[in-house]
């Protein structure tokens, strides 16, 4: 039977514009050269592990959508280097009529790199990092003549109907009722500022090259002390990430932007809703959004800003917020118009989006280099870059990860409306926060 799609995706898809796909990427650079041949036999084989990455959607009755598998040929492009830019220009995603990944490998001199596109309707940025994990680990049996064992991460495409749920339940809902209320109340109905002034643009037309994005990392030393900085002030990472994108979009404004009232400006960061019954659950969207609302008042103090970032993170958390997005969007989809209608709305919905995947590669039992860079066959992968998609109102969406000891950060940026200076500005604004002592 064809798979219904879950609210989450519903709303991926149906915010897709031509102007802003909504997909995400996944960019591998590596020293020395990987066999091409094997490589593609990986990919064909991971393909087969998760059912999503060889489905496109079909709507049926009353605007709903099921996927569908189909036998559709693997998207590989080759491209001779140097390579222009980090990413070569990709082709955005018609899923109802191919599936939702795409692969582009580019081979140069001395190295190669290879870019994963994945529609967001598919996968979430965790179920896309287990596809790479399969692919290399695929690829490392391969190259050593062996042959891969078929589902080795026991991956169960049972569990796939199991994605869109939130955790809701009838005694969560009540025991946490006024916190969710308020919390749905602010997503539906409070809209904040986006980040910078621009003129309504029609989404409907496309872009070539949509796809405009600059990167920077923090040295292992500068990683290890902003990481200590974290436990010193006893909060998470990702709290004093928040914190340091909110006072540099503050310090950003300040520079690029007419000055005003203080405006709302909301960062959207995902929330992985996937439980240890799913955790062999093939690539899909397990996931949710979760958003944190401050003015720019609030940016005067930031250690109080800090502190107060923990205080709402953790509110969240004890408070079961995860499951607001999910039910905003049933919400959504049973008035009039559904999802459709609330997204045709030119408001901003989110300043930005950090999304951070964490330390990635870590489990893989692959030879290493002595700084923790990983040998894949006869090369070395020496850079891991992720984008989340942006869309329209939303001009930032960053993408934070920790690969061989290196704090390393991707900022896409919407090129329509900020130039290339401005959004390389915002960037080292952002990292001298990082490398700050305090």
Same mark, same amino acid.
């Given at each position: 039977?064809?798979l219904? *799609?879950?609210?989450?995706?519903?709303y991926?898809l149906?915010d897709?514009r031509?102007?802003y796909?909504?997909?995400?990427?996944?960019?591998?650079r590596?020293?020395g050269?990987?066999?091409?041949?094997?490589f593609?036999?990986?990919?064909?084989?991971?393909?087969?592990?998760h059912?999503l990455?060889?489905?496109?959607?079909r709507k049926?009755?009353?605007?709903?959508?099921v996927?569908?598998?189909v =036998?559709?040929?693997l998207?590989?492009?080759?491209?001779?280097?140097?390579l222009?830019t980090?990413?070569?220009s990709?082709?955005?995603?018609?899923?109802?009529n =191919?599936?939702?990944?795409k692969?582009?490998?580019?081979?140069e001199k001395d190295?190669?790199?290879?870019?994963?596109q994945?529609?967001?309707?598919?996968?979430d940025?965790?179920?896309?990092?287990?596809?790479?994990?399969?692919?290399?680990?695929?690829?490392?049996?391969?190259h050593?003549?062996g042959l891969?064992?078929?589902n080795?991460?026991?991956l169960d495409?049972?569990?796939?109907?199991?994605r869109g749920s /939130?955790?809701?339940t009838l005694?969560?809902?009540f025991?946490?009722? *006024?916190?969710t209320?308020?919390?749905?109340f602010?997503?539906?109905f409070h809209?904040p500022?986006?980040l /910078?002034h621009h003129?309504?643009?029609?989404? @409907?037309i496309g872009?070539?090259?949509?796809?405009?994005?600059c990167?920077d @990392?923090l040295t292992p030393?500068e990683?290890k002390?902003?990481?200590?900085?974290a436990?010193?002030?006893?909060v998470?990472v990702n709290?004093?990430l928040?914190?340091d994108? *909110?006072l540099?979009?503050?310090?950003?404004?300040?520079?690029w932007?007419?000055?005003?009232?203080h405006?709302?400006?909301?960062?959207?960061?995902?929330?992985n809703?996937?439980?240890?019954?799913?955790k062999?659950?093939?690539a899909?969207?397990?996931?949710?959004?979760l958003f944190?609302?401050r003015?720019?008042?609030d940016?005067?103090?930031?250690?109080?800003l800090?502190?107060?970032i923990?205080?709402e993170?953790d509110?969240i958390?004890?408070t079961?917020?995860?499951?607001?997005?999910l039910?905003?969007?049933?919400?959504?989809?049973?008035?009039?118009?559904?999802?459709?209608?609330?997204?045709k709305?030119p408001k901003c919905?989110?300043?930005?989006?950090?999304s951070?995947?964490g330390?990635?590669f870590?489990?893989?039992?692959?030879p290493?280099q002595?700084?923790g860079?990983l040998?894949?066959?006869d090369?070395v992968?020496?850079?891991?870059?992720?984008?989340?998609?942006?869309?329209?109102?939303?001009?930032?969406?960053?993408?934070?990860?920790?690969y061989?000891?290196?704090l390393r950060l991707?900022l896409r940026?919407?090129?329509?409306n900020?130039?290339?200076e401005?959004?390389?500005?915002?960037?080292a604004?952002f990292f001298?926060l990082?490398?700050k002592e305090?």
């Amino acid at each position: 039977m064809p798979l219904p *799609f879950s609210i989450f995706e519903k709303y991926m898809l149906l915010d897709d514009r031509p102007a802003y796909p909504m997909d995400s990427f996944r960019f591998l650079r590596f020293s020395g050269r990987l066999n091409l041949s094997q490589f593609k036999e990986s990919i064909a084989a991971t393909v087969r592990l998760h059912p999503l990455l060889r489905s496109v959607a079909r709507k049926v009755r009353h605007g709903n959508f099921v996927w569908e598998e189909v =036998e559709h040929p693997l998207f590989f492009r080759q491209i001779q280097g140097p390579l222009a830019t980090r990413f070569p220009s990709p082709e955005a995603i018609d899923l109802f009529n =191919e599936p939702g990944f795409k692969t582009y490998f580019v081979e140069e001199k001395d190295s190669c790199s290879v870019l994963f596109q994945l529609h967001h309707s598919v996968s979430d940025g965790i179920g896309e990092m287990g596809v790479i994990v399969d692919i290399l680990s695929d690829y490392a049996v391969r190259h050593k003549g062996g042959l891969p064992p078929p589902n080795p991460r026991k991956l169960d495409p049972s569990l796939l109907p199991l994605r869109g749920s /939130s955790g809701l339940t009838l005694a969560k809902y009540f025991r946490f009722y *006024f916190p969710t209320a308020i919390t749905t109340f602010q997503l539906l109905f409070h809209f904040p500022a986006p980040l /910078s002034h621009h003129a309504p643009l029609n989404t @409907e037309i496309g872009t070539k090259d949509y796809l405009a994005f600059c990167v920077d @990392e923090l040295t292992p030393e500068e990683t290890k002390i902003y990481f200590a900085r974290a436990k010193t002030h006893r909060v998470t990472v990702n709290d004093l990430l928040l914190r340091d994108l *909110f006072l540099a979009m503050g310090n950003w404004r300040k520079k690029w932007v007419a000055p005003g009232n203080h405006p709302w400006l909301r960062v959207s960061m995902p929330m992985n809703l996937r439980t240890e019954q799913l955790k062999n659950m093939p690539a899909a969207n397990a996931v949710t959004m979760l958003f944190l609302d401050r003015k720019e008042r609030d940016f005067s103090d930031p250690d109080q800003l800090l502190q107060g970032i923990h205080r709402e993170t953790d509110w969240i958390k004890r408070t079961e917020q995860k499951h607001v997005l999910l039910l905003s969007l049933r919400i959504c989809n049973l008035l009039p118009g559904g999802i459709a209608r609330e997204l045709k709305s030119p408001k901003c919905r989110a300043t930005s989006v950090l999304s951070n995947l964490g330390r990635v590669f870590e489990s893989l039992p692959f030879p290493r280099q002595p700084d923790g860079r990983l040998i894949v066959g006869d090369a070395v992968l020496e850079e891991v870059d992720a984008t989340p998609p942006i869309r329209s109102g939303t001009l930032i969406s960053l993408s934070a990860l920790t690969y061989a000891g290196r704090l390393r950060l991707t900022l896409r940026y919407d090129a329509k409306n900020m130039t290339a200076e401005q959004a390389n500005d915002l960037l080292a604004i952002f990292f001298s926060l990082l490398r700050k002592e305090k």
